[in-house]
């Protein structure tokens, strides 16, 4: 293969890359936003800025779209826990009250599109097909490995793995509840299911 036959090659590699890449991008936003059966592959196809005779030359079927979508969605939203728990942690605050902090903001409550797919998602899974489901059991184990990694050496009583998995069910299901609400209902709930978190599980309680 000639220098320059190899060339074309790699850009159109690098091309093909780039557009898969902005169709993951859309349809985790669409899939967040919207919920499973609210995905269409032609809006996605548009928002990405492709055509919709491109989706096949990408994914097999909107099953494995949906699928690799919700994967690129969790680990956006884990690796974006992380972020801001190493930033805050790094003022002093603990690990843990950081990701709880984060997780249960009204910042993520309006963050339909960039926030947890699992909590955004989750009363769907039981009318799945089981390639969905299984994506998001792995996304959920993505979440609680989040959380074993930050939950203090003191930990009350009980094995690491059970507290995270406690944690990760009480932070999606709070979740969900403060969307339910608005205002001050919503703040309300945010902010007792923090309190409850943090005393039980942060070394330095529930204080502020």
């Known amino acids: 293969m ?3 036959s190899s060339t074309s090659s790699a850009t159109k590699q690098s091309r093909r890359e780039q557009s898969h890449e902005r169709i993951l991008q859309a349809a985790a936003r669409a899939v967040c936003r919207d919920g499973y059966a609210g995905v269409g592959v ?12 491109g989706f096949y ?8 779209l949906l ?3 919700l994967e690129y969605a969790g680990k956006r939203s884990v690796a974006r826990l992380q ?11 603990s690990a843990l009250r950081a990701l709880v902090d984060a997780y249960l903001s009204e910042a993520h409550v309006e963050s339909f599109e960039e926030g947890c797919p699992v909590a955004a998602l989750a009363s769907e899974m039981a009318r799945t097909g089981p390639e969905l489901r299984a994506v998001a059991g792995a996304r959920m184990r993505d979440l609680v490995k989040v959380i074993e990694g930050v939950l203090p050496a003191d930990r009350p009583a009980g094995s690491l793995a059970g507290n995270a998995v ?3 069910a009480t932070l999606v299901g709070a979740l969900q509840m403060a969307r339910t609400f608005d205002g001050a209902e919503r703040r309300n709930v945010l902010r007792d299911c923090r309190a409850a978190l943090l ?9 502020a």
């Open 166 to 168: 406690a944690i990760a």
């Open 83 to 93: 972020e801001r728990g190493r930033g805050r942690s790094a003022r002093g605050v």
């Open 42 to 53: 032609a809006a996605v196809m548009k928002e990405a800025g492709l055509t919709h005779g």
């Open 2 to 4: 000639s220098a320059s």
């Open 57 to 64: 030359a990408h994914f097999d079927s909107r099953e494995a």
């Open 67 to 69: 699928a690799e979508a």
């Open 199 to 207: 005393a039980q599980y942060d070394r330095d309680g529930g204080a």
